[in-house]
């Protein structure tokens, strides 16, 4: 929040400037005409940002790039200029640089025009720039989504409380695609592909998420057979990850609403342990702080 870094004192230019730059921050209308001017100047801000990201994806290419490489590289240093310009005017217009610049979009605003500068000593790293992509993040401030915010809140609590699990579910996994994957080595063998351990745990990762790239593929019966197994058990693991993740939600959703629900536990946070009573705050074990999650 850039709210405290509004200045207070000093020509009106710079506290309208402020306005327009950080409007999203005050919390309240600026002078008549500000808030219009701010959303002008943020959705004209997104539209560069865009069109500067798309300048360089395509100068990537390598056909387009012999064509039209004059023109991407124009563009590139038009649109490094003009936000180096606008990274300038937010330094001026908020009372502390500092905060601005170690506050998280004052380094994506400094890492999007940083790529540009140094392609003049090493060339190819002008396509860093498309760290840019980041700053379309604004637009929550030009569509008015901040009040969104306590949904992401929400989401943060429940895989919070649910850290336990989630820690126990990816644990499981990392064991099964090492035991999968070292069971199709030995199945397998450098004759199919399956090359060494690591290559065949790699393709139980591939299979076991249900990507299925398809660069590497059993041969034998055997190792088909393992592979089908390890397919059901992809899309059961995805079916519980979802499920830890819901159960979650729909405890924060009780807990807004004032109400417990009768599928949730109350769980230490420390050492797992459960049967505490409804009303308790603190583990009757080793004394940490007890939460509502898992089920009953």
Known sequence: MFTSNRPLNGPPWRGRLYEILFARYTGRPGPEGTDRTARAFDIVLITAILVSVAVV???????LAAQYGRLFHGLEWFFTIGFTIEYAARLVAVQSKRRYALSFFGIVDLLSIVPTYLSVLLPGTRFLAIVRVVRVLRVFRVLKLLSYVGAFRTLGWALSVSRHYVTVFLMTVLTLVVILGSLMYLIE???????????SVYWAVVTLTTVGYGDISPQTAPGQLLAAGVMLVGYSLIAMSIGIAVLSLVAQRDKQGGRQTEIWAR???NCDSENHDPDAHFCKRCG??????GHE
């Open 57 to 63: 994806m395509l100068d990537s290419v390598e056909s």
């Open 189 to 199: 063998g450098p004759d199919s592909g399956f090359t060494s351990i690591p290559v």
């Open 267 to 269: 769980v230490c946070s």
């Open 288 to 293: 940490s702080m007890v939460v509502d999650i």
